[in-house]
């Protein structure tokens, strides 16, 4: 007997799932499959099923085997992009959104570029031409990071990005330079070690695991049940996740 499917595939003008399988898929996974099969070029990635989220609440964590069909799926996103996840010199960064069968805008959680840190951003750097570009890339996801996974409060990193402004004399962010940028970094790890007593993930494939759970969360949190509340919406359905 074949183990349950949790992850679906979409890339290479090839999906595995389609908009029928809205329940499943969740709308923006059900919608990004279709477009993948009726030839847009979506870029290439995975989503994780509403099932595996159902399961993630009955069951306090994932079910048997999802971590090992995610390692799979990413092994064939990186065969497709030509980029590795963990890679110093051309890496893959992914985003990390929700998706529910009846969409809910605003109320879940998203994290973009996972796979950031310390070596691949030189990677980025290198690749685009361009540090300010990759550094600013760098300290916006460890707040976002910061913010969604480890629950830190979004304000306190905007409070050391206006000091940062303020010493150097400027009132728009775009007027920092990669230095600037390098330093705000630094002080966002500080505070996440501080606030959380444990460095910032550095490992990619970490990033994205406990990213995976903080959208599963995000299913069940105050405004997201306020919302269904006020719309009717099951509270059942559970999330995708993409």
Same mark, same amino acid.
């Given at each position: 007997?074949?183990?349950?499917?949790?992850?679906?595939?979409?890339?290479? !003008?090839?999906?595995?799932?389609?908009? #029928?399988?809205?329940?499943?898929?969740?709308? *923006?996974?059900?919608?990004?499959?279709?477009?993948?099969?009726?030839?847009?070029? +979506?870029?290439?990635?995975?989503?994780?099923?509403?099932?595996?989220?159902?399961?993630?609440? &009955?069951?306090?964590?994932?079910?048997?085997?999802?971590?090992?069909?995610?390692?799979?799926?990413?092994?064939?996103?990186?065969?497709?992009?030509?980029?590795?996840?963990?890679?110093?010199?051309?890496? @893959?960064?992914?985003? +990390?959104?929700?998706?529910? =069968?009846?969409?809910?805008? /605003?109320?879940?959680?998203?994290?973009?570029?996972?796979? @950031?840190?310390?070596?691949?951003? =030189? /990677?980025?750097?290198?690749? &685009?031409?361009?540090?300010?570009?990759?550094?600013?890339?760098?300290? #916006?996801?460890?707040?976002?990071?910061?913010?969604? +996974?480890?629950?830190?409060?979004?304000?306190?990193?905007?409070?050391?990005?206006?000091? *940062?402004? #303020?010493?150097? !004399?400027?009132?728009?962010?775009?007027?920092?330079?990669?230095?600037?940028?390098?330093? @705000?970094?630094? %002080?966002?790890?500080?505070?996440?070690?501080?606030?959380? !007593?444990? =460095?910032?993930?550095?490992?990619?494939?970490?990033?994205? %695991?406990?990213?995976?759970? =903080?959208?599963?969360?995000?299913?069940?949190?105050?405004?997201?049940?306020?919302? %269904?509340?006020?719309?009717?919406?099951?509270?059942?359905?559970?999330?995708?996740?993409?």
């Amino acid at each position: 007997m074949n183990a349950k499917k949790y992850v679906y595939f979409f890339g290479d !003008g090839r999906a595995e799932g389609s908009a #029928r399988m809205k329940d499943l898929l969740g709308s *923006k996974g059900a919608n990004l499959a279709e477009m993948t099969n009726i030839g847009i070029p +979506v870029p290439p990635g995975f989503t994780i099923s509403t099932e595996a989220c159902i399961h993630y609440y &009955a069951n306090d964590g994932h079910p048997d085997g999802l971590e090992d069909e995610i390692d799979e799926n990413l092994t064939r996103l990186e065969e497709i992009t030509g980029k590795r996840f963990d890679d110093a010199e051309n890496p @893959l960064l992914l985003s +990390v959104r929700s998706g529910a =069968a009846i969409s809910m805008t /605003g109320m879940m959680d998203t994290v973009l570029n996972i796979g @950031l840190n310390d070596e691949s951003v =030189a /990677g980025i750097a290198r690749g &685009a031409g361009n540090e300010r570009f990759a550094y600013d890339s760098y300290r #916006r996801f460890v707040q976002m990071f910061g913010n969604v +996974v480890l629950g830190m409060e979004h304000s306190d990193f905007e409070q050391i990005l206006e000091e *940062k402004k #303020r010493s150097r !004399g400027v009132t728009m962010d775009t007027e920092l330079d990669s230095d600037d940028l390098k330093d @705000l970094v630094s %002080r966002y790890k500080e505070l996440v070690e501080k606030e959380t !007593g444990e =460095a910032f993930p550095d490992d990619p494939k970490e990033q994205l %695991r406990t990213t995976i759970d =903080a959208v599963f969360e995000s299913w069940n949190t105050d405004r997201a049940i306020t919302y %269904r509340n006020l719309n009717n919406i099951p509270h059942d359905l559970g999330t995708g996740v993409n």
